[in-house]
């Protein structure tokens, strides 16, 4: 008589594990970060670097258009380099606020605390490297350590790229 009463109850556990077994084993696919745009992204120290893409025709010179955000209470200062440059390009971000580079080819992009949203790309002269590969930029924010990131290399194809092309 037990017998029958323990049937269902182990038919019932035996679905539950096996109907929810697979969710326990597998990784939970939204705890995975990744960039859900074109561009790359990264963190280092306060300061977050989203959806960074270069946009050149040829190869050789290219728009740099990326937003950058600052976490922390203080402004920081975000320094940019790619191999093969001897200059750096440095953008000083105000304290827990954002700023988009090429978001508008047409706005004012200087301020007393330097680029502001909607700014210009920063032009990267001497890349060499054609529009389907990327390019390796070093993203530094203020004195933490600094990412380097595999940034894509875009032409003006994508109508909303077409403007930012150098």
């Known amino acids: ?3 029958r009463r323990l049937a269902p109850l182990a038919l019932i556990a035996a679905v539950m594990v096996g109907t929810s077994g697979c969710a326990m084993l ?3 696919a939204t705890t ?3 960039n859900p745009a074109e561009g ?3 963190t280092t120290g306060s300061g977050v670097v989203s959806n960074a893409v270069v946009v050149s025709e040829d190869g050789e010179d290219g728009n740099l258009i990326a937003a950058f955000t600052n ?3 203080e402004a920081q200062t975000v320094s940019i380099e790619f191999e093969g440059s001897s200059s750096t390009e440095t953008l000083r971000i105000p304290a827990m606020s954002s700023i988009s580079l090429g978001m508008d080819p ?3 992009s200087e301020t007393a605390e330097g680029r502001v949203d909607g700014g210009e790309p920063i032009l990267l002269e001497g890349i060499d490297t ?3 590969a990327t390019l390796p930029i070093y993203f530094q924010s203020g004195d933490a350590e600094g990412e380097l990131i595999q940034v894509p290399v875009l032409d003006g194809s994508v109508e909303y790229l ?3 092309v150098p």
Request: net charge negative; proline share 17%.
């Open 1 to 3: 008589m037990k017998s």
């Open 26 to 28: 597998a990784p939970q």
């Open 32 to 34: 995975i970060e990744y």
């Open 40 to 42: 790359a992204g990264a």
């Open 71 to 73: 976490e922390s209470d």
């Open 106 to 108: 047409d706005a004012d």
């Open 130 to 132: 054609p529009p389907g």
């Open 162 to 164: 077409a403007p930012f």
